[in-house]
């Protein structure tokens, strides 16, 4: 007599799993991309967390679209790089190291540190390489409020231009520009969880609509933490602060900078408002954006310059072309440079591990 072992049937992983493993932890990052990837719409973005609005069809897209899910990091380094990081390689595949800046005094103005991404973008605008760029911009109707927008011109970008250091669902963006706008050829500008987020949606085989195939190149920006709105709403009116006067935020030297042109509103320590931080920061160790294309922060150059760290074949090359162009200056970055950006990535590494 043969005896048969049995097992129990494995439940789908479906939107009532992420919510339990995922949101009520405290790891969701707000990208939207569980809302972007699922394939008949029931779900939504509610107070910067996904929320169940239709029918769950079980297919399990959005568990593992989700980049808080299973990321298979080295898989996706041979995928994007052509290898996986050496073990002399604290802030990932790198192939070189600038520091750079926007040759338009208005991007540079305009934009974080030296504009660089803003000059980047508007170079593949103008020179066709894209015809679309999913960035990070504000709400017109809700001060401040960060929402996802495409950019077709160099007004756009200035609009968009700068830092927004509370949370925007990228990739409904990215969904967005695709199915609303017909775009076929894209530049996806995001912090380190929306990046990973991208790269699920061009590489996860639970997938329907492969949003990210439509992206030609990622940049990635430098990121130690996002806010919630409620730094916004609470926040900064308790510090007698309107929003309607703000004209730029900064982080710097351990400081949290209001301005409104060149005064500044505010300058307050980071642990003042470490409590609006999204709990998912606490668990991610990736400062440098280390699946970008092309990554891009403060840290490492002078006042009114960028660190660009080129980590893709495809990344250096539209790089060097915006620079051949004349839309960017730059230079290796110096040693001290490239030490401070290490130094900072293993700070964030250390305190993850």
Same mark, same amino acid.
């Given at each position: ?172 963006? +990215?969904? *967005?520009?695709?199915?609303? /706008? ?5 530049? %996806? &500008?995001?912090? #380190?969880? !929306? $990046? ?46 309107? +929003?309607? *006067?703000?004209?730029?935020? /900064? ?5 949290? %900078? &209001?301005?409104? #042109?060149? !005064? $500044? ?67 290796? $970055? ?20």
């Amino acid at each position: 007599m043969s005896l048969k072992l049995l097992t129990k049937p494995v439940p789908p992983k479906v939107f009532g799993t992420l919510l339990t493993n995922i949101v009520k932890k405290g790891l969701c990052c707000g990208c939207g991309n569980c809302v972007a990837a699922c394939p008949v719409m029931a779900l939504t973005m509610k107070e910067e967390m996904p929320a169940m609005t239709g029918i769950c069809v079980t297919c399990e897209i959005c568990y593992y679209q989700c980049p808080k899910v299973d990321f298979p990091y080295e898989r996706y380094e041979e995928i994007l790089f052509g290898r996986r990081r050496r073990n002399d390689e604290p802030i990932g595949v790198v192939r070189e190291v600038y520091t750079a800046r926007a040759t338009s005094e208005e991007f540079r103005s305009r934009g974080t540190d030296g504009g660089a991404v803003t000059a980047l973008l508007s170079y593949l605008l103008k020179s066709g390489t894209v015809d679309g760029a999913v960035v990070c911009g504000v709400d017109p109707k809700d001060y401040w409020k960060a929402i996802p927008i495409l950019a077709v011109s160099d007004k756009d970008l200035i609009e968009a231009a700068g830092t927004k250091y509370t949370s925007a669902p990228m990739m409904l963006g +990215l969904a *967005e520009a695709v199915r609303d /706008h017909g775009k076929e050829s894209l530049v %996806f &500008v995001g912090t #380190g969880c !929306r $990046i990973e987020a991208l790269r699920k949606s061009q590489f996860e085989e639970k997938n329907y609509y492969w949003w990210g195939k439509r992206v030609k190149v990622a940049i990635g920006l430098f990121c130690f933490e996002s806010f919630h709105d409620k730094i916004l709403r609470e926040y900064l009116p308790a510090k007698g602060i309107n +929003l309607s *006067e703000v004209s730029k935020f /900064h982080i710097t030297k351990g400081r949290f %900078f &209001v301005y409104s #042109g060149n !005064r $500044i509103l505010l300058k307050a320590p980071l642990k003042e408002v470490a409590q609006y931080a999204f709990s998912s920061c606490s668990t991610c160790a990736n400062v440098t954006n280390e699946y970008a294309d092309i990554s891009v922060g403060g840290a490492g150059s002078p006042d009114g310059w960028n660190t660009v760290i080129l980590r893709s074949e495809a990344g250096e090359k539209l790089f060097k072309a915006a620079v051949e162009a004349g839309f960017i200056e730059a230079s290796a $970055i110096s040693n001290e440079g490239l030490e401070a950006v290490i130094k900072l990535a293993g700070l964030k590494k250390k305190k993850e591990h």
